[in-house]
């Protein structure tokens, strides 16, 4: 019936050819075969075109002969075909079930073996229906046959021909089987029989006329719901084998007849589908055409390919206890065959020589077959090809009609025994002995899905849409994939092209598959980490939100308990409302994304390699690429917000949050992401080959290959604010050691971006590559100021030096004409504020990186500080002590922080080498007569100014300290270099210890110079016209001397007496609004800048003259000038404050960077009065002893 088949499509298909091409083949053959063209031959060509042309016209009268045959065989596979549409049958009566239907205790299923065999040939039984009825139409006026066609014409729409070519079935009925029909009919009217078989033909005639004409409609109508009930059954059914042969494999051999069957039919069903995906028919009576529909989201698919992929393993791993079986069955056999040709029935049958030799013949190749006892089975080689020609030789002589003894008169002889019948034992044989030579060729033939590369586009769409929808399951992706493996085999071998394409093909669509599934992990990922994901369970409300939402809270009335509603205004819902169930739907979508997560994760990890051709496909490897790949595209894309840099506070939940899930994810796999992921941070906080992380010298050529995030933060940093291109107004606010912008910065002000915890989290994400690439920036910008002042120092060397002389003299009018003539300064002042915000920034940065140690390394960082304090100090330092303490300073262990980084750059770029440098505090005095300090004012806030003059202070400060060591030191190295042998004696121990002393003695000298020459040129530039400038410039002062930390306090009285400065910050912070008792400090009062409204803008004459005379009248000035000071101080009730801040004993002694936090004045007891007073009378500092409204705090003597 298949060779029938053959023919019949080969036929078929020669009617899609071109009639040219086949005369054109024909007659190329024939020349090459005769050497010249035989015109008889080629008219008997044409004749055969013409005569077959449409070929099915030729089919029905050429294969008429054997009509009648056809008709009996199709009636023979009848019942097995309505079997198998009888879904609730196959179910109800467990065909393919393991089980028992009816006693599911009773494991082996022997209820139906010959039928749920037959069930494995049932696709053949069908295409035979289908094709047997196109060309022998006679055979459909039979009794039966019309319901035979009408179950299979009515779920079919198709028939393929040869690969995917195909002819649409019921056209080709209606145009050629429907006249035949008609032509019966017509012949059965007119009385060509007898009247009783007459009526018969016509009525049956008339019904098969009814049915060939309404089956299409039917067929468009119901064959895809068919066919899904179908899926839906196999889909139950092989899951259900799959779980079952899993847990009990012994029993797979006895049943192996019935997995062929489940095979099959599931081949057959997903081969239907995407055959009939995207077929147009066109309806019998009108010519327009209909797309089937057929759904591309049926889930079923990707059940029955993955039950499909399972079973056919579970059949190669047992493959050899099924032959083992197979061999124990036919051994057996062999015995119960000899004793049923040995029954009293046979031996009456009498059997002719022929018959009787093939029984003997089968018997005895069945007596040798090799017992499997104790062997290994897999070793056994037996070919029963001979037994199973005999077999069907046996089977040919009993079905013939010339035979005298019939397949009836066998059954009949030898069932009376009660056992099988020998046709039945025999039959029975036959299918298990191909189970020990077959075995792999009837898998391959079941199991085999390689068709489906002719559909391949299909098969990718419908897995995209059903693999992440809600019955898409991710173990199915194993079986989608390992599909691609047998899709070469479909090549033809006698075109070389094909084998490279179908090959190519396989390679594409496994490649398109995985990006899917890729995207898919990736989109599940994004889908836990958005802010509908876990980031809804880690919302919190800002302090503003909470105001708000309590302000509603408060107005709104309770209630009701059914349902919490919405707080009015502020959006807010009320606490617990996710626990009702209308709200619980986002965590179970949670859920369920988490569970789909973690069940893709493992089923990659655990998937075998896909092999296609030469290709080999890990996907575990694929799925590591896309989860670092995607977290490492989540990191760039969450650096920067839609209009500018995302805080490091919000980076950093966004990178932990992000972690958590590929956390999650990891403990399904067997493979270490975390690594993965730290190498990712790595190689984006370290901009530079990593390879050179090992060694510290810097490499020559910097490869900007990695470091891409830091590179954005960094830059981001440095253009916003430090150099503030954008001009958003940067303050630099050292009481709360933060910057403020006056607008904001990108999406955010400066305050939010630059706190001390943000840049902890910049530091906590970036580490230290992180820390060093931004102070690297920041040094090579300080380096370019740095050298922009030694310019300007050079360039006009010879009027600083007349200044400077000028000064030493007293001579005030050439110090002023000399400094008129300086070029360019507030260009330099500019510079140096710039220098300064850098200076505060690396200090925040320092601060920062020393919390964030201490916190994760907190031995190393006590390491790093117990060594910083008993380093030796030596000029010049070995190289190793100077990283030490770079490596200190860089985590604000060391103890002046600036005047150390100033140092650093110094020695990096060479500067400092000559003696233009010694005229740097006449230089920077020169600074008090600029226009910059006309335009400021002190803001008791952020204990600054307004335009961050206070920055210069730390500049000022820091390159006095840094060049001076810098120019000890080449002076030592100059004066030593022939003794620099290695070897130190106690003499030059003690002579560094001189150095050092030296060095700490120099700077203080320097500083000490620039206060003097800078106070008095403060103090000679006021006149009653002009003296706006003055407060400003006595606070500046009065912060260097705080900042510095070579600079005692007491150094600026015998210039300006405290008593001045003390007025007029008791100005300032007495007319800020009051604040709560508790709190002690301004930090926490609004931010009111009083400068413009301060009456020590207008009566700042009288402390001046003060600061000449007596320190009484200093007081009676204050008293009569400060009303509001005297009466604020006086309004509140005396009582003792608790001191605040580090008091000191000695001025002199203060220690290095020892930070005070008790405001701009801290005066210790032994301070009696103002050094430049000569006052008999009572000390003024019980007065402000009580004082709530600043930082001022002095020690009492009571």
Not at 805 to 825: P, T, W, Y
Request: glycine share 6%.
């Amino acid at each position: 019936m298949d060779l029938f088949c053959a023919f019949v499509r080969v036929n078929l298909f020669a009617e899609k050819i071109p009639r040219k091409m086949l005369l054109q083949v024909y007659n190329l053959l024939h020349a090459l075969s005769r050497n010249d063209r035989d015109c008889d031959f080629y008219h008997r060509l044409v004749q055969f075109i013409d005569s077959y042309d449409p070929p099915l016209k030729g089919l029905q009268e050429d294969l008429n002969f054997v009509s009648p045959r056809i008709g009996e065989v199709l009636e023979a596979v009848g019942p097995s075909i309505f079997l198998s549409a009888d879904t609730r049958k196959l179910r109800n009566e467990g065909f393919l079930s393991p089980y028992h239907p009816r006693f599911p205790d009773i494991l082996t299923n022997s209820a139906h073996p010959m039928r749920a065999q037959d069930l494995a040939n049932v696709t053949s039984y069908r295409e035979w229906v289908l094709l047997g009825y196109l060309v022998c139409p006679d055979e459909l006026l039979r009794v039966t046959s019309i319901d035979i066609a009408l179950v299979v014409l009515k779920e079919n729409l198709v028939v393929t021909l040869f690969r995917d070519e195909y002819i649409l079935l019921h056209e080709d009925y209606q145009l050629y089987v429907l006249p035949r029909v008609l032509e019966s009919k017509k012949m059965a009217k007119s009385g060509r029989t007898k009247q009783k078989e007459a009526d018969l033909e016509y009525s049956v005639a008339k019904q098969v006329e009814k049915m060939i004409s309404e089956v299409h409609e039917q067929a468009l109508q119901l064959c895809d719901t068919i066919h899904r009930e179908r899926r839906i059954l196999l889909k139950q059914e092989i899951g259900r084998m799959v779980l079952f042969f899993t847990d009990q494999p012994s029993l797979l051999a006895p049943n192996i007849q019935m997995v062929f069957s489940a095979l099959a039919l599931t081949q057959s069903e997903v081969l239907w589908y995407f055959q009939h995906a995207g077929i147009a028919s066109s309806r019998s009576k009108s010519t327009r055409v209909i797309p089937v529909d057929i759904d591309p989201n049926d889930p079923t698919i990707g059940f029955l390919l993955d039950g499909m992929d399972r079973l056919c393993c579970l059949v190669r791993k047992y493959i050899a206890a099924v032959r083992g079986y197979a061999l124990s069955y036919l051994s057996s056999s062999a015995g119960r065959i000899r004793y049923l040709m040995g029954t009293p029935g046979i031996v009456a049958l009498d059997l002719d020589p022929t018959l009787k030799g093939l029984f003997q013949h089968i018997v005895q190749l069945l007596e040798t077959i090799p017992k499997p006892q104790g062997e290994n089975v897999s070793a056994i080689t037996c070919d029963l090809s001979e037994f199973r020609k005999d077999w069907l030789s046996i089977l040919m002589i009993v079905t013939s009609s010339r035979s005298s003894i019939n397949i009836r008169h066998l059954e009949k002889a030898t069932v009376s025994t009660g056992k099988e019948g020998l046709l039945s034992e025999g039959n029975a044989a036959y299918n298990w002995s191909r189970c020990v030579d077959e075995l792999e060729s009837q898998l391959s033939k079941h199991g085999s899905l390689k068709k489906l590369y002719f559909y391949h586009q299909h098969l990718t769409t419908v897995f995209r849409n059903t693999m992440f929808g809600p019955e898409g399951r991710p173990q199915h992706c194993c079986a989608w994939l390992s599909v691609a493996s047998s899709f070469p085999e479909c090549a033809s071998l006698i075109i070389p092209e094909e084998v490279t394409k179908f090959g190519r093909d396989a390679v594409l669509y496994v490649e398109s598959l995985i990006e899917s599934i890729m995207g898919g992990l990736e989109g599940l990922i994004n889908i836990l980490d958005s802010e509908g994901g876990f980031g809804a369970l880690e919302s919190q409300l800002l302090p503003e939100q909470a105001a708000a939402y309590l302000n509603n809270a408060s107005r709104i009335s309770a209630p009701s308990m059914k349902s919490p509603r919405v707080v009015g205004g502020g959006g807010f819902t009320l606490p617990g409302h996710e626990s009702y169930p209308e709200n619980n739907k986002s965590i179970k979508m949670l859920e369920a994304a988490i569970q789909r997560l973690t069940n893709l994760c493992s089923i990659l990890n655990d998937m075998e390699p896909i092999c296609v051709i030469n290709h080999v496909f890990v996907l575990r490897e694929y799925m590591r690429e896309c989860i670092l790949g995607n977290f490492k595209r989540r990191l760039l894309t969450a650096l920067q917000t839609d209009n500018d840099l995302q805080r490091p506070s919000v980076l950093e939940s966004l990178i932990r949050r992000h972690m958590s899930i590929v956390h999650m994810a990891e403990q399904h796999v067997s493979m270490d992401l975390t690594q993965g992921i730290r190498e990712i941070l790595l190689t984006e906080a370290f901009s530079g080959p990593v390879s050179s992380l090992h060694s510290f010298e810097k490499p020559t050529e910097q490869q900007q290959n990695t470091g891409s995030a830091v590179e954005v933060v960094c830059n981001w940093y440095m253009d916003n604010i430090i150099k503030d291109v954008s001009g958003a107004g940067i303050l630099f606010a050292p009481r709360h050691k933060y910057f403020k912008s006056t607008r904001p910065v990108g999406g955010y002000f400066a305050e939010s971006v630059t706190d001390l915890k943000e840049i902890q989290a910049f530091v906590r994400i970036f580490g230290g590559y992180g820390v060093d690439r931004l102070d690297r920036m920041m040094k090579v910008h300080t380096a370019a100021l740095v050298n922009c002042i030694e310019t300007s120092l050079r360039s006009n060397r010879e009027l600083i030096e007349s200044a400077a002389a000028s000064m030493h003299s007293g001579d005030r009018g050439e110090r002023d004409a000399s400094i008129r003539q300086i070029v360019d300064l507030d260009t330099v002042i500019g510079f140096c504020i710039e220098a300064g915000q850098a200076l505060a920034f690396d200090e925040l940065l320092a601060e920062a990186s020393g919390a964030v140690l201490e916190d994760n390394a907190s031995l190393i960082h006590s390491m790093i500080t117990g060594i910083v304090e008993h380093i030796p100090e030596e000029i010049p330092e070995k190289k190793e002590i100077r990283r030490i303490k770079g490596v200190a300073n860089g985590i604000g262990a060391a103890g002046d922080h600036d005047s150390e980084w100033v140092r650093l750059i110094l020695e990096e770029v060479g500067s400092a080498n000559d003696n233009a440098w010694s005229l740097l505090p006449y230089f920077f005095a020169s600074f008090m007569t600029s226009s910059a300090w006309n335009s400021t004012g002190f803001n008791i806030e952020t204990g600054g100014f307004s335009n961050n003059i206070h920055c210069l202070a730390r500049c000022i400060s820091a390159v006095i300290a840094g060049t001076e060591y810098v120019r000890l030191q080449r002076e030592y190295q100059q004066q030593h270099q022939p003794l620099s042998n290695g070897h130190h004696s106690t003499e030059n121990i003690d002579a560094e210890f001189q150095t050092r002393v030296t060095a700490e003695a120099s700077i203080k000298s320097a500083m000490l110079l620039f206060v003097k020459f800078a106070a008095s040129i403060v103090l000679d530039s006021w006149s009653e016209a002009n003296r706006s400038h003055l407060v400003a410039k006595l606070i500046f002062l009065d912060q260097l001397c705080e900042i510095s930390p070579y600079l005692p306090r007491s150094s600026l009285e015998s210039h300006v007496p405290y008593t001045i400065l003390r007025s007029i910050y008791t100005q300032y912070y007495s007319n800020t609004p009051s604040t709560p008792l508790a709190t002690a400090s301004p930090h926490h009062s609004p931010s009111v800048s009083l400068i413009h409204a301060s009456p020590s803008m207008k009566n700042s004459t009288t402390p001046q003259r003060g600061s000449g005379s007596s320190g009484s009248a200093a007081a009676a000035a204050d008293s009569g000038y400060f009303k509001g000071s005297s009466s604020s101080v006086y309004s509140q009730d005396h009582y003792n404050e608790p001191e605040i801040g580090n008091s000191r004993s000695n001025e002199n002694n203060k220690p290095r960077g020892g930070s005070r936090r008790s405001g701009p004045l801290d005066y210790s007891s032994s301070h009696k009065g103002g050094s430049g007073s000569n006052s008999t009378g009572p000390s003024p500092l019980p007065r402000f002893a009580v004082s709530r409204s600043g930082p001022i705090s002095y020690k009492q003597h009571h």
